[in-house]
């Protein structure tokens, strides 16, 4: 669990990163590379501990490959007013 507040800055902002890529058509290769870019620089900028980044590259990860992140809310069916 992450509990230093800019690596939960930087997950979240990561998180809602990957979902927006998602739906607009990249898969889990692509996730990935975005991914590894984001950790990279984020080591490059030496902007969190590297204890934190490899925290982060963790939750990361286990939030890419668990489906229930991606999965399309299913559309509520239409009601007739009439």
Known sequence: ML???QT???YQ???DS???MWNRGYRFDSLRL???GYLAALRH???LEPYHIHRLEEEAT???YDPSNFELPE???ETDYY
């Open 13 to 15: 902002k990561l998180t």
């Open 62 to 64: 286990r939030y890419i």
């Open 18 to 20: 990957l979902v927006e």
């Open 34 to 36: 975005y991914l590894d």
């Open 75 to 77: 559309p509520e069916p």
């Open 3 to 5: 509990q230093d507040t």
């Open 45 to 47: 900028s030496k902007a």
């Open 8 to 10: 939960i800055r930087h």
